[in-house]
């Protein structure tokens, strides 16, 4: 099987012979850290431990701002830096953070912390109209990334035979936009008190969403788009399912019905933490997969494949489990992959990225069982 039809097939929940390949993918402290203990300078987690794959392919289509914020620094200290980075929200950051990423948000993998949020650049009606008329313009320049003819040809004959993504980060998501537009607390204050603003927010972006994919499906076939969330925290949703129906469900319907039209054929949800009270909203707004499925937070794939037989689940090996090696490792991936041959619909990777707990030696034995467990020749527990 090529990319194309492996993915179609796992998904769809036929026949397959083989699972894919996930590669690594390491905070900027893991990295460090792995490269003191065997990985060379310049060389890639992946490529070392063998888990490189050509089935998949990305979609060159950029949606978050365009034009981005000019970053300014507005107090620098031995210790910290306070700044307006990329997309007009004022932050408070380590020094150290700053120095890594450049106060990017588009960099936040290569912090250690989390930053100390100051302001948000929506503050009501005007202000936000003020943005999406200047930075959320769907037209091909800034967002369609190809560099001319030649390399979209090229896409274009690579698609045939493999998977076709896309994912965006922060913008990608409608809860998440608004967090990201207004901060946690003013978006869900917002929904109480100037609901007319959050809903005008939602209709607004899923309707760019939904005309950015459309400069360029027709011409290059998508087939899955993963929306970023992070609604949920370790024990429960960040907003009720009520309030998601209310603001986001309504949206969510139309924009993933047009991806739908122009062909897509997976649409997931990218959120950590519990999500289970979601699952009914987002299914109804035909969202058809979970990703990162953390475990922690109780996303076991193989009770939310048996609940909702039609579902598609990516991700769902604990990463704590990895960390402790040994027999605890080779348990967890024994358990995932056992789930995705006997359920399908599920391709196992980790539930996040590599933390630097996680030990380059810990982090090859997980390669070596990945390459084993994915083929039809040695799955877990045959």
């Known amino acids: 099987m090529n990319g194309r039809e492996l993915y179609r097939a796992v998904y769809s929940g036929e026949p397959f012979d083989r699972l894919p390949v996930s590669g690594i993918g390491g905070w900027a402290e893991t990295m460090a850290c792995w490269r003191t203990e065997g990985l060379g300078a310049d060389e890639s987690p992946s490529v070392a431990t063998g888990l490189v794959s050509d089935d998949l392919m990305g979609l060159k289509l950029q949606l978050n701002m365009h034009p981005q914020f000019d970053i300014r620094v507005l107090a620098r200290s031995d210790r910290?830096?306070?700044l307006v980075d990329e997309y007009g929200v004022t932050k408070r950051m380590l020094r150290t953070d700053f120095d890594r990423c450049e106060g990017r948000m588009g960099g936040a993998g290569s912090t250690s912390?989390?930053?100390?949020?100051?302001?948000?650049?929506?503050?009501?009606?005007?202000?936000?109209?003020?943005?999406y008329e200047e930075r959320f313009v769907a037209a091909p320049a800034g967002r369609v990334l190809y560099a001319g003819d030649a390399e979209r040809a090229e896409a274009r004959a690579r698609a045939e035979t493999r998977w076709v993504s896309h994912f965006s980060f922060p913008f990608g998501g409608l809860f998440s936009a608004v967090r990201q537009l207004m901060g946690l607390e003013g978006a869900v204050f917002a929904m109480a008190d100037d609901p007319e603003?959050?809903?005008?927010?939602?209709s607004d972006l899923g309707a760019f969403y939904a005309n950015a994919y459309a400069l360029l499906i027709p011409e290059l076939r998508l087939d899955q788009v993963t929306c970023f969330e992070d609604m949920c925290s370790n024990t429960a949703p960040l907003v009720s399912p009520a309030m998601f129906g209310e603001f986001f469900a309504p949206a969510y319907r139309r924009y993933i019905g047009r991806l739908k039209d122009m062909g897509v054929q997976q649409v997931f949800i990218d959120s950590d933490g519990d999500a289970r009270l979601?699952?009914?909203?987002?299914?109804?707004?035909?969202?058809?997969?979970?990703?990162?499925?953390?475990?922690?937070?109780?996303?076991?794939?193989?009770?939310?494949?048996?609940?909702?037989?039609?579902?598609?689940?990516?991700g769902g090996i604990d990463k704590t489990a990895v960390?402790?090696?040994?027999?605890?490792?080779?348990r967890e991936l024994e358990e995932r992959f056992r789930t995705a041959w006997e359920l399908g619909r599920y391709t196992p990777g980790l539930d996040h990225s590599f933390p630097p707990d996680i030990s380059?030696?810990?982090a090859r034995r997980y390669a070596a069982l990945v390459?084993?467990?994915?083929?039809?020749r040695a799955p877990p527990g045959r």
């Open 80 to 82: 910290y830096v306070t």
């Open 113 to 131: 912390s989390m930053s100390h949020w100051i302001d948000f650049p929506v503050k009501d009606l005007a202000s936000w109209k003020t943005l």
């Open 197 to 202: 603003l959050v809903h005008t927010i939602v």
């Open 278 to 314: 979601m699952i009914p909203q987002l299914v109804a707004c035909g969202f058809t997969g979970v990703h990162p499925c953390e475990i922690k937070a109780g996303m076991d794939p193989r009770p939310i494949l048996e609940q909702y037989p039609r579902l598609c689940c990516n």
């Open 323 to 330: 960390a402790r090696g040994g027999a605890a490792l080779e």
């Open 360 to 362: 380059w030696e810990n």
């Open 371 to 376: 390459l084993r467990f994915t083929s039809r």
